[in-house]
């Protein structure tokens, strides 16, 4: 009787214990609490991401394609907290050889969706992105090339802001004087990258346009190698006057620029055709001409500084703010060259010191202002300069030329429809040691540590053993 | 609890076991940490506490096979269990000198994020969530030492139960991934539990009737899941395993996670093992 009233007590308890210890557990996984403890809030989702989620309107599921392979822990994690921030969004994994349907479905072209690509679908339209999309790669070594962050966030709200029917903004670039077509750099990666960011990119001809078209959010002049017209000018200037935002590339090559120029000269701007040299070394990568200037504390840097990136402009020209400014404009410098660092009128002389004739710096070679009604205060336009072309070219290697060029972009337009997300870093600077430091802690940690605490464990014992 | 905590502390260090567990695991550790973290230069601390997971196989058994076993072996068990203290207290008191052990030697391993730190890119938050990552498993795996400790009489064997234990534990997430699913396999996989649970109180009752009712009443549970919600039931073996999938919840601490949910599992999980190893002891008191 007494083994009966024991053992069935503690028989009841032990299941009510395991009973409440799986109830527990269930409640611990509804609530979903976590806390990101990475230097680059890599699965915290941005303002911009809660706001296209709460503005769902239609059930969203997203796929992952997953075979016996583990998905990666980093993009399951933040793909799980979209599912966690709206009931509209539902997670699925999907094994692509057990469901051959879903893959038919999502890649009619037989493009080829591989493992670990994601698809974002509602009934009506989806999005597929493939799984070397969901990484940011630093490819400066193209044998070699490292992932250095996360882009999952970015392109998932841009599919949702897509699938929500957002607006996209268009940019409109102009042709005619043998520019740079945004769509087509770097092998079309770049055009890309614009789309991620919800961005449509479409070309305009100044000469045979009557007007800059009225659904224009951005023009986007990238490289012109001769100068505008003055009736092309015109219509910029109209643009601009009823608040159009501009983006304008010149490089080194371009030389003189007059009626630009004269454009320029409305927001207190010059552009010299003139070459900046930056001795210093921290502020170059290796030669004078090769810049990486300072990061100003504006929008469009900020970030850049925050995750450590820079910003490389080869053979940059001055983006100079003019003694005589127009009331109204403010100009803030973005990118800017150290105290050591000149510029050049006399590109005929090769020389990397500086020669008489030469300006001291610092200097800006890339700038932004805004144009403001003097009397009322009210913001009429914004435009960004920059004194380099050749920035764009290096997008693919340099994560900051990227990221400054998008977030230029995001600036120049801050409605919120342009995803002002960025690639999450994973990337971590290496341990810089020397060879007689490395030895010196390995003999630590394996030798010495260890054998101390072993030599302490035997003497011990001997100590005790007749005890 | 605390009496029983400071002798069992001054045991592992009047005996050579605590000194042979802190020294073994301080050489492995950092060889890894050497060759994975000195060698290439890499600031990825987390993945240092992710490759030395495996040296818990071999160090946890050495740590807790004698804590309770050995109690049995010498019987001063019967004087522990007539002395005021309760078994709980014991329990607990055993338990906690086995983690501050464990985790006096992770504190050393601190020494090696403090060298990362210094000569490179340290991510200390993400390193503090990994050090809290590998506290809650390993005293989940001590509480698995110490249950499998309290049901054996001889510290070898105890040592060598714990590690088939942990092993297993280790493989889980590679057995759910065979498990055969669907009605009839988790039905059986329902019934075997259900059988082992009334079996359990037959053991500990002697009656009869109270295991059929056990029986009974378990059947009725798992019939009455099949109609209700059958895709619970139809991962009925998956979702049993993955209680046991101490690593997978790991995971999110070594790329920077801290998840609530997670330190709950650990938490609770140590907690019923801890449980179970109160019950087993009291059952010699009355069975």
Redesign the interface.
Known sequence: M???K???Y??I???V??VA??V??LL??Q?????????TA??TLSPQTRATVDGLTDDVTIYILAS?QPVN??VM?VLDRYARSSDRIRLETVDPEQSPGIVARFDPDGRGLETGSVIVATQQAFRAIRRADLFSQDTTNPNAPQIVGLDVERRITSALAFLAGGQTPIVYQTQGHGEVDLSTAGGGRLGEQFRASNLELRRLNLIQAAEIPSDTAILSIVRPQSDFSPSEIAKVERFLSRGGKLFLAIELAAGELPNLSLLLERYGIGIPAAVVLEPDRNFNIGQPLQLAPQLSDSPITTPLVEANFSVVTPLARPVQELSTRPRGITFDALLTTSGQSFYRSDLANESLSMVPGDVRGPVAVAAKAVERDFVTNEEISRIVVVGNVSFIALVDQVSGNLDFLLNSFGWLEPQGQILSIRSRSTF??????TGM??LV??VL??VV???A??I???V??LR?RYL | MIAILMRELRTYFKTPIGYIFMGLFLLVSGFFFTFVNLSTGSTYFTSFLQNILFLYLFAIPLLTMRLISEERRSRTDQLLLTSPITVTEIVLGKFLAAFFVYAFTLLVTVSYAIVVGTFGDLWIWETVGGYVGILLLGSSFIAVGVFVSALSENQVSAAFFTFFALLLIWFIDLVKTVVPGGPVANGVFAMIIVLGVAGYFYSNTGSVVAAAAVLLAGTLTAGALYIALPLVFNRLIINALSWFGLLERFNPFTIGLLRFDAVVFYVSFTSVFLYLTVNVIEKRRWA
Not at chain 1, 31 to 39: K, V
């Open positions: 007494k083994r009966l024991y053992g069935g503690a028989g308890t032990t299941f214990v395991i210890a799986v527990l557990n611990a996984q609530i979903g609490w976590q806390i990101d403890l990475t230097d890599v699965f016996r822990a980093q994690e971590r600077f290496p341990m810089q040691m430091q490395q802690f390995a940690f394996v540590i260890p054998a605490i072993l302490t464990g035997f011990t014992w005790r």
